[in-house]
């Protein structure tokens, strides 16, 4: 597959976030009419349903294509159902039982410098728990270059996706840029998206809008409800449920079952993204889940084989690609003064101090791309 470069795309002004609330209880009837009259059609390949062109006021209908077709009550009973709790509170009564910390990270070359590999605690705490770990690990291609990992605890973080005019497109969206006052009180960080849907090879669903048709295979971050979030491939590792409220896909997997894919070329400057300058070693980012399904963030200037190498290295068992080249790939963590502080581009901090954009990216609202935010849950 060839992605073309959306590095020289800039952001165009997206509507602004109103207050953070939930988008409603029930559906409108005029989607589930729509779902009826259509009839939908069914991607057989992705498993998907949808409705109608997304749009103000268009919701798209999913459910799990098991059955070769599907009544329009059904259709509406997994929407109802998928589209339910989205901005209600899901903090879970009770203490937070988070994962075991992650292990250091060997060094891909010996000896080790002093603090490479080793895990610093990074963002908000969460009940007084850690939730966000970085490190950095030197590149086995580029001994000079260092490459930005964070990991990330689901039991104590909830992710969300944020929609932009340009990245997804439309102007309809609930979670959009900048972050909200309200949301930025629980926020402990946020990473940037993948490629304009132009460049993906890959479909887009959120808040109830199907902006690009979901594909069979392709790598997929799957956010549900509960705010848990886990990557996979469309239709073998994750596929439509009730419970999903968030799909983002981007080209292939570029790990799977804890090995990078094969045919990787470090010289790849168009396979897995245009590179700008035709430079095989551009910034990338991806993010992958762990066996005990922590996520894990990897970002700098890089091959893609290193790329693969250090999401391995980070105990990745699945992973896809982000955004690319200089401009785009971001991950900051906010660390507020006070435990219900809100998180601001004052207390932010990126994952590394090469990334050209800063932590008031995501409060800007210019900012027209889709990014996803993890916050306490």
């Not at 997994?78 to 988070?98: C, D, E, F, I, Y």
């Not at 929609?163 to 990473?191: E, K, M, N, Q």
């Not at 804890?258 to 700008?276: I, Y």
Request: positive net charge; charged residues 15%; without cysteine.
């Amino acid at each position: 597959m060839v992605a073309t470069a959306d590095a020289q795309e800039r952001p165009t002004p997206s509507g602004r976030e109103r207050e953070d609330r939930a988008p409603g209880g029930a559906m409108s009837s005029r989607p589930l009419a729509i779902a009826g009259l259509l009839a939908v059609g069914v991607a057989l390949g992705s498993g998907f349903v949808s409705s109608a062109t997304p749009g103000p006021g268009n919701h798209v209908v999913a459910r799990a294509a098991r059955a070769p077709a599907a009544s329009p009550q059904a259709l509406a009973h997994v929407v109802a159902r998928g589209l339910a709790g989205q901005g209600a509170s899901n903090r879970p009564a009770g203490r937070l039982t988070p994962l075991a910390a992650p292990a250091p990270l060997a060094s891909f070359l010996a000896p080790a410098v002093p603090g490479e590999g080793a895990w610093r605690q990074a963002g908000r705490r969460v009940n007084g728990l850690a939730a966000i770990y970085t490190t950095t690990l030197r590149l086995p291609d580029a001994p000079t270059t260092l490459a930005g990992v964070a990991w990330m605890d689901p039991r104590l973080l909830r992710a969300r996706l944020y929609s932009g005019s340009l990245s997804p497109g439309g102007l309809f969206w609930h979670y959009t840029a900048p972050i909200s006052p309200g949301a930025a009180r629980s926020l402990v960080a946020a990473f940037s998206g993948g490629f304009l849907l132009k460049d993906s090879a890959g479909g887009y669903l959120s808040e109830g809008h199907l902006v690009a048709p979901l594909r069979a295979g392709a790598a997929s971050l799957v956010i549900y409800r509960d705010g848990r979030a886990t990557v996979g491939a469309w239709g073998h590792d994750v596929s439509m449920t009730p419970s999903v409220v968030a799909v983002r896909q981007n080209l292939t997997l570029l790990v799977d079952h804890g090995r990078p894919v094969a045919g990787l070329d470090a010289a790849d400057t168009s396979a897995w993204g245009a590179s700008l300058g035709a430079v095989p070693n551009t910034p990338r980012s991806a993010l992958g889940v762990t066996a005990d399904g922590a996520l894990v963030y990897v970002s700098g200037p890089m091959t893609i084989v290193d790329l693969a190498r250090v999401l391995v290295r980070a105990g990745a068992v699945r992973a896809m690609v982000l955004d690319m080249n200089p401009l785009w790939p971001v991950f900051a963590s906010y660390t507020p003064a006070s435990p219900n502080g809100e998180a601001a581009p004052a207390n932010g901090v990126d994952l590394l101090p090469t990334m050209e954009q800063t932590p008031a990216r995501f409060f800007e609202a210019a900012y027209s791309r889709d990014f996803v935010t993890m916050s306490a849950r």
